[in-house]
């Protein structure tokens, strides 16, 4: 089994070499960023994306943008750190790990004793380091997450939270990835994820070409999934956890949880430390990012989902009467309890 690499160095190290996501599944395509312009125009446009993967970038994409200013006196690099930090670090707000990987790039920067060059040479050793220790947690995360999935599992997943998002094999695909390493079967369901489609452009792509089985859904598609017995555990990845445990992550991960707790379910939520932020007391707390409205309104032009990927694809669902708080009919507003089966006299006690 081989994941894919994101986010790397350069050859030469003088860029940051990450995958174009905004192209997948249709060109792999590496691109190299060399400016805080090129590290907040790929952050934001989403052409590196996932939170542990953007935290990578921003603080490998700072200790580049930093190597033109090496001959600078001290005190100015450490002002350039300060101020290229802030910028790549607003890029975007949710994700925890972006600010918390460039707080640790200028945290090191002040507290290295020499000249410019010297302390360039350390934060080029500190983002190595947070980046390993990524792949590192990715591996980890896999290893525990390994107990709950027994042999022929068949997982849901929401948005990318794969190999494509992090250093390493991902967070909550990495359970996924080690089981099939260790031979068991498993089975993936990726929802699509509206409107990106991280889901079936990302997901199934990093899947498939690691010889895993993969099956994409329309987000629609998943509480029905459920209800037919399909579907054994939710896995899902987070771009931030609150200190009272709740969870941002990509939109459409609520109704997921909803509609695993009304199946009985389990909905794990696999992250590292670094997307755990004690700072927010609770998720009302948190940031949420919102995104330019031609996101839904226009058309991708890369395909968007990978060939020959399997599809599951109901014209129509059945949504059990508990989750109905009321029938509006022709004869009135019916609440519970509901009786329909004297023909032509729906019962049910009129609101
Ligand atoms: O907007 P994106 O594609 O960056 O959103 C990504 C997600 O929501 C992931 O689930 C999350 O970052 C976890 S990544 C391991």
Redesign the pocket.
């Known amino acids: 089994m081989s994941a894919v690499e994101s986010v790397r160095w350069s050859a030469d190290g003088s860029a940051v070499d990450i995958i174009d996501q905004r192209l997948l599944p249709g060109t792999l395509v590496r691109r190299a960023l060399r400016t805080a312009d090129e590290v907040c125009e790929a952050i934001r446009t989403?052409a590196v994306?996932?939170?542990?993967?953007?935290g990578v970038t921003g603080a490998m994409g700072l200790v580049v943008a930093l190597a033109p200013h090496v001959d600078e006196e001290r005190e100015r690099f450490l002002a350039h750190a300060d101020e290229l930090g802030e910028r790549i670090a607003r890029v975007?707000p949710t994700?925890v790990n972006l600010s918390w990987a460039v707080g640790r790039i200028r945290r090191r920067a002040r507290e290295t004793t020499g000249d410019a060059r010297v302390v360039l040479e350390a934060l080029r050793r500190e983002a190595t380091s947070i980046l390993d220790e990524d792949r590192e947690m990715c591996r980890r995360i896999g290893e525990h997450g390994l107990a709950l999935l027994g042999d022929g599992a068949r997982v849901l997943t929401?948005?990318?939270?794969?190999a494509l998002?992090?250093g390493g094999i991902?967070?909550?695909l990495a359970p996924v990835y080690l089981a099939a390493e260790r031979g068991r079967r498993v089975a993936v369901f990726a929802d699509e994820t509206r409107p990106?489609l991280?889901g079936s452009r990302l997901t199934a792509w990093e899947l498939a070409q690691a010889g895993i089985d993969v099956t994409v859904l329309a987000d629609n598609m998943a509480a029905s999934l459920m209800r037919e017995g399909s579907v054994d555990l939710v896995i899902?990845?987070?771009?931030r956890i609150a200190a009272n445990g709740d969870v941002a992550?990509?939109i459409g991960?609520y109704p997921l949880a909803l509609a695993a707790r009304h199946h009985g379910i389990p909905f794990y939520v696999?992250?590292p430390w670094s997307?755990v932020d004690p700072a927010t007391p609770t998720g009302d707390a948190i940031e949420i990012e919102h995104r330019s409205g031609d996101e839904l309104g226009r058309g991708s032009e890369a395909p968007v989902s990978p060939r020959d990927v399997a599809v599951y694809n109901p014209a129509f669902d059945v949504t059990p009467a508990a989750l109905v708080t009321a029938f509006v009919t022709d004869r009135g507003v019916l609440r519970p309890p509901y009786r329909f089966d004297d023909a032509g006299h729906a019962g049910g006690s009129p609101g």
């Open positions: 989403l994306r996932g939170a542990p993967a953007i975007r994700a929401h948005c990318n939270a794969g998002a992090t991902g967070t909550a990106l991280q899902v990845g987070a771009d992550n990509k991960t696999a992250a997307t």
